[in-house]
């Protein structure tokens, strides 16, 4: 592994950017500490870290949302000062934000030319936008429809738009933030093409993201924070991604989930014609059939939004809908008041909800208090008419300790762990219960390499002692490695059913994308 400072480039050509001791704190979290980085032009240069390690935060000062307690930026060789985004902007640096600033109900040319208006004459500016972005589109493949609504497009599309609109600001470098969390694989590698384009264009690109792989396929240089610190800046064919994570996490890391062939038993599970309609009147479910049985992992793969969601929350008790759900041969009830979570936990349910701080933790609450949600029934956490808050408490130390939570200490506001202790937290509650059938919807949503790592020898083992698993996720990879079948929603159906041996992701990829199995 060798360190570098240019990729490709003549020792004499100035970097891109060049960041020089950068510090930033926040009251006593220091988020980031004198951080120097060169980028050099024509690049593409990947940003890694483990949630905290500080990325967002260096590229929030360079793009000038923040202000550094120290430290310099030079662009293109020049000392600059970025004390807001406009000057960010100014300053030719363009970025594409992991949630899209995008006005729903605006067309695309609209979007593309908000702030930037030729004074009252909307019209004129329209009418140079729109030649404009016909340029743009052609010369970078990112075709899309100027007169449609945003609203109307997908993801993908979506995020074309806003790669538009920074170089319809002569954007010369982009930064991406997590670019492809919510991308088909089809639309991932659409997005590769685009920034293969842009770099043969001499745009100079940072992409931050958690995927190795990615980094690896896209990027020419890696650098690598942690804690604060940038610890490593590589070149990205003199590296790989087992050194990658090392670097990272500080200690070596498994990266691909070890597991034995499952042994499947009984049906745990049994989903028939199961059929959601929400208060829009919008179907979300549209007939779903499927089981899961003891002692196997049902992967349910697909793009966020294409139903997944309303699964959950009708095998979880959270949405009533019609159709026949079995627990163990037992029908549950899918309306009326005992279509509810501690019904489905009386059978036998446990539930990890995709979005652990809406659904599965009061984050101003003590790690305790959380530990109790949906189980306050239980008689171990009973005293009379009273809450065993002791008993309570002496369980979550017991819970915090096997699922390895840091810091160990349940009197603290959930709130103050991490997002992978937040998420061990949950998981623990749950899995713990030593349920028949656990629901968990994005297991590693947010989450460090490391407790990745950690929580799915937790998903294996539960498995391997027999427990049936139903698992969503919008990670293809995550998808593949833990699942036993795997099973492909879109637009509220099963698209189709694979076993991981017999697939790969360009088949899961279409019918993720609503392609039927035959065609897939």
Known sequence: MTAVENQ?????????IEL?????AFGPVQA????????????????????????????????????????EIFINGNLTQIPDSQAAISAGIGMVFQHFKLVQNFTVLENVILGTEDGAMLRTSLSKARTELERLSEEYELHVDPDELIEELSVGHQQRVEILKALYRKAEILILDEP???LTPAEADHLFRILDNLRAEGKTIILITHKLREIMHITDTVSVMRRGE???????????????AELMVGRKVLLRVDKAPAKPGKPILEVSNLQVTDEDGVKRLKGIDLHVRAGEILGIAGVSGNGQSALLHVLGGVTQATGEVKINGTPLPLTGPKANGRTRREAGISHVPEDRHREGLILEFSAWE???????????????????NKAIREDTVKKMELFDVRPPIPTIS???????????????REIERDPDLLLVGQPTRGVDIGAIEFIHQQLIELRDSGK?????????????SLSDRIAVMFDGKIMGERLPSETNETELGLLMAGMSGEAA
Do not use: C
Not at 42 to 70: P, Q, R, W
Not at 233 to 244: D, F, G, I, W
Not at 414 to 428: D, E, I, M, R, T
Not at 468 to 480: G, K, N, T
């Open 230 to 244: 940038m610890t490593a800046t590589v070149k990205t064919a003199e590296t790989s991604p087992e050194e990658l």
């Open 20 to 24: 020089k001791g950068i510090s930033k």
């Open 32 to 71: 980031n500490k004198d951080i120097s980085i060169r980028v050099m032009p024509g690049t593409v240069h990947g940003i890694i870290g483990e949630n905290g390690a500080g990325k967002s935060t260096l590229m929030s000062i360079l793009f000038g949302f923040y202000k550094a307690d120290a430290g």
């Open 180 to 182: 492809t969390g919510v």
């Open 468 to 480: 049936a698993i139903l698992l969503v996720s919008v990670e293809l990879d995550e998808i593949m």
């Open 414 to 428: 959930a709130k103050s762990f991490s997002g992978g202790n937040q998420q061990k937290l949950v998981l623990a």
């Open 370 to 388: 959380n530990m109790a949600f949906g189980y306050h029934h239980d008689p171990a956490y009973q005293s009379g008419l009273l809450m065993n």
């Open 8 to 16: 490709g480039q003549p020792s004499s050509a100035a970097p891109a």
